[in-house]
């Protein structure tokens, strides 16, 4: 299927790109594209106008801050991929980007679209959740901050107001404990199911395509917390999820994938 038709603008600001949402509450932002423009053929997002942001390179970084690592919301994929800063201080963030699609896609796409995109199937999203991110939102009230686990609200539905841009996203560093395992049928697919678990002074496990939203493995961390073996802790990975089925997986496929890569996940934490 084809877009139905829409304007295009193009943004070099965020004040700029602020006003022209402010101005048509039917436009949606466009960054590298990879989440909103698949949306926009199947008629499941049919924006009045696109506000191109690709080009505010002011949103493109990555940089330390105290105890957190700021990232600018047009990071691509391949830049934190690649990054020796998050390497040091949040290593799960490099893995879990490299895993991204296909090298075409993590040259394009950004972290900032991927999580304002708020997808339950995307891998950073999880990972973020898990690590207890922030996210910066800017709009024409100003500027305010939300956490990870208050961000995801529904299917494709975040706490982002129809006038705010996604600046930066904030990650708290000490995490360098990780695993991610993901199963997909091919390299550059979608995952089935992926786990996301990082530790500092306790276990948090974040699941890729176990719900309409990324989720945290709550059933699982509270059981570790509560001094379980990997094991027991692995046998309710499924609890409080609510996975779909599809052409790939049934939903019983999902739940016994949830409860085999979180303890994959567990084992590899050590």
């Known amino acids: 299927m084809y877009p139905s ?5 193009r943004a070099t600001t965020v004040a700029e790109a602020i006003t022209m949402l402010a101005d048509d509450e039917d436009a949606k932002v466009l960054a590298g594209g990879h989440s ?24 493109s970084y990555i940089r330390k801050d ?3 690592v700021a990232i600018g919301a047009l990071t691509r994929h391949r830049d934190v991929e690649t990054s020796e800063l998050l390497a040091r201080e949040v290593p799960v963030l490099v893995r879990v980007a490299g895993q991204i699609g296909d090298p075409s896609v993590r040259h394009v796409g950004t972290i900032g679209g991927s999580t304002a995109h708020g997808d339950g199937a995307a891998d950073l999203p999880a990972a973020l959740l898990a690590l207890g991110a922030t996210m910066v939102a800017e709009g024409p009230s100003g500027r305010r901050t939300i956490a990870a686990g208050d961000f995801f609200k529904g299917f494709l539905e975040t706490a982002l107001a129809p006038d705010e841009i996604l600046t930066e996203i904030r990650v708290p560093t000490g995490f360098t404990k990780f695993a991610y395992q993901k199963f997909n049928r091919r390299a550059q697919d979608w995952a089935i199911v992926g786990v996301v678990a990082v530790r500092n002074e306790r276990t948090n496990v974040g699941f890729v395509n176990m719900g ?3 989720l945290r493995a709550t059933a699982v961390e509270e059981r570790l ?23 790939n997986a049934s939903v019983e496929y999902r739940r016994h994938l949830a409860r085999v890569l979180v303890r994959r996940a567990l084992v590899e934490l050590g």
Not at 225 to 247: K, M, N, Q, R, W
């Open 5 to 9: 038709t829409f304007d295009y603008a």
């Open 36 to 59: 909103l423009l698949p949306l926009m053929k199947l008629r499941l997002a049919t924006p009045s106008t696109l506000v191109d942001i690709g080009r505010i390179t002011e949103l």
């Open 66 to 68: 105290g105890g957190e």
């Open 212 to 214: 309409a939203t990324p």
């Open 225 to 247: 917390a509560a001094g379980a073996s990997l094991e027991e802790a692995a046998a309710v990975a499924d609890e409080g999820t609510s996975p779909s089925a599809d052409i």
